[in-house]
């Protein structure tokens, strides 16, 4: 394990689901109706995972559906400049590539307004999966939104179960967002209906308070989110690092203070440094010193990401994190 090295990953990091177009507003502060004009950002968890695995010099391939169309074409040459492998993408003549209007109010809370009626992504269906692809996946890594609707659920649960099959490290980070689930209470459920499946999740303070209807972040609070078959818990702690579980040994790391511009896939960041860390050396799952050195170099991968508007442009290198790393928190 090269942490302070950067020697490349040779395992593929298959990442499943999503990717859109994210359109920001230009000054910062506003609600989404204050806005008075909007950058396009491209996004979707997955697909910024992917991403920060490569900038990373790990190797990644996207699976999803783009729609046939300017943003879509756009999105799929992203990937390819970010050295992503993009064998596992389809495009749909009949339906647009999703967009979400996303903003950072002036009390600091997130807003989001999405367009996809149905969009192209919730279209993928299980005949349409590169199963090659995905059987040569070392991890296999995806979230949530893609359970919402079918035919992508039966995508999501094949390409899961596939990949399993094929004896890939599963990872979860659930990514929810309220506003594309027609409850809470649906949300929750679907999000806990392939749980049990996951080898590594990794969840948000806030989502371990939703997902377990407690306001504590503590040791027991996450415990009770702990099936027998995983191999790693994670919740990170914006700022403040993250608390990690594994069935030997558990503990906190801590994070990076940096001038923060926008969060927006902080969390991508970090669970791409974590994926390229482990995905030749999964023993590092069991070694708690070794675990805790990866932990505190996915938190700076999270922390620069946080410093620059946008996901993918904000997404780090090696390098970089090294630097921050060096200079201490």
Known sequence: MAVNGSAPSSGLIVSFGEML????????????????GFLKAPGGAPANVAIAVTRLGGKSAFVGKLGDDEFGHMLAGILKTNGVQADGINFDKGARTALAFVTLRADGEREFMFYRNPSADMLLTPDELNLDLIRSAKVFHYGSIS???EPCRSAHLKAMEVAKEAGALLSYDPNLRLPLWSSGEEARKQIKSIWNYADVIKVSDVELEFLTGSNKIDDESAMSLWHPNLKLLLVTLGEKGCNYYTKKFHGSVGGFHVKTVDTTGAGDSFVGALLTKIVDDQAILEDEA???????????CGAITTTKKGAIPALPTGSEA?????GGA
């Open 322 to 326: 090294l630097t921050l790393l060096k």
């Open 147 to 149: 359970l919402i609707v």
């Open 21 to 36: 177009i994210d359109f920001v507003p230009t000054v910062s502060g506003v609600s989404l109706a204050e806005a008075p």
């Open 290 to 300: 070794r675990l805790k050195e990866v932990l505190r170099f996915s938190c700076a």
